[in-house]
């Protein structure tokens, strides 16, 4: 959220909306117009955003500051950058896109309109009008959609609090810094045994906690692929953690017994953040995870002028998918903005 004082922080800028980089743009009016607004400052807009500068057009970012990896001290899996903190990542990433002339700016985009003259497929001028918190307007030609997601934890005591140290969600991000250590898995519906036997692939020593997951749920195929990873099942509904010198030490369940553990897998509900593509009329997948936006490959959704990426299209996209969706999304607009500008200025 923007601080009511008006100073930057992290990286980003307050004020007009003039920039001051090399690129010559294409953006419509004087600091309210832009080629492309990239709504979200994670991976995928800072990688959209780099795309888009390179190309010389002029873009906005406007970021609210809630990145879904926040609670993690550091990320795995992107090359080159393994262990890296977010924090970090997101700082390097906001240097390199401000140097090519992309405005970064603290906030958060509260409605999204297509202009009545707009076609999204260009008539030279802005097609969306986008409020910002506070009351500002800007325009865009295109819309870049990269607002993520927001992982809604099981309501048990202490799992929020040790949420992204010793309480994860995904063992690709962190199974190699706690292999071969007691892991716990908290059951939230029966595709939960997935989860539990991913996790076997970094530790022998598995308990799978079935919480309010009652063992008739699961198929014999469940149990039989559960055994063959030795993975202990355990009835019973778990009532908190146990935590000593602010490390998990164990499981407490409701009849009071407690189960040492040191690690313990959850499965978030994802909730999408999409309300800006539901006011512009994206059409919506419904899945197990939520409901997110039918793209193209390149990110396109059903609104003609309006990419999305990163985890705004999908619960799994990684650190890494999101950049890659992000790249593609700003190449697609790159060339879809130039071939607008050729016809049009052909077809006078």
């Not at 977010?86 to 985009?109: S, T």
């Not at 260009?122 to 009351?135: I, K, P, Q, R």
């Not at 309010?212 to 355990?234: F, H, P």
């Not at 490959?297 to 890659?324: D, K, R």
Request: aromatic residues 6%; proline residues 4%; glycine residues 14%.
């Amino acid at each position: 959220m923007t601080e009511k004082s008006g100073k930057p922080r992290d990286g980003f800028a307050h004020g007009t909306g003039e920039r001051d980089g090399t690129g010559t743009g294409t953006g419509t009016g004087t600091g309210t117009g832009y080629d492309v607004v990239v709504v979200g400052g994670g991976a995928a807009g800072l990688s959209a955003a780099l795309v888009l500068g390179r190309a010389r057009l002029r873009a906005l970012v406007v970021d609210a500051g809630e990145p879904r990896n926040a609670p993690s001290s550091h990320m795995q899996g992107y090359l080159s950058r393994d262990g890296m903190s977010p924090a970090a990542f997101l700082a390097a990433g906001r240097e390199e896109v401000a140097g090519y002339g992309v405005e970064l700016l603290a906030g958060r985009v509260t409605d999204v309109t297509r202009n009545d003259t707009g076609t999204g497929t260009g008539t030279g001028t802005a097609d969306f009008t986008a409020l910002l918190d506070g009351g500002r307007t800007v325009r865009a030609r295109r819309l870049i959609v990269a607002t993520g997601l927001k992982d809604e934890l099981p309501a048990v005591p202490g799992v929020a609090e040790r949420f992204g140290r010793d309480v994860l969600h995904c063992p690709f991000c962190h199974g190699w810094e706690v292999r071969d250590q007691s892991f716990g898995v908290l059951a939230s519906s029966a595709m939960s045994v997935h989860q539990a036997l991913m996790v076997s692939r970094w530790s022998k020593d598995v308990v799978f906690f079935l919480h309010t997951v009652a063992e008739e749920e699961l198929s014999d195929q469940d149990l039989r692929r559960l055994a063959a990873a030795g993975v202990d099942v355990v009835p019973g509904e778990v009532a908190g953690l146990v935590a000593e010198d602010d490390r998990l030490t164990g499981v407490r369940l409701a009849d009071g017994s407690v189960h040492a553990r040191s690690v313990l897998y959850v499965g978030p509900r994802p909730v999408p953040r999409t309300s800006l593509l539901e006011r512009l009329g994206a059409e919506l997948s419904e899945t197990p995870f939520g409901a997110y936006p039918v793209v193209d490959p390149t990110g396109l959704t059903s609104v003609p002028g309006v990419w999305a990426a990163g985890n705004a299209v999908g619960f799994a996209e990684q650190v890494v998918h999101a950049a890659s969706g992000g790249y593609r999304a700003a190449a697609a607009i790159v060339g879809d903005l130039l071939m607008t500008d050729l016809d049009t200025a052909t077809t006078g």
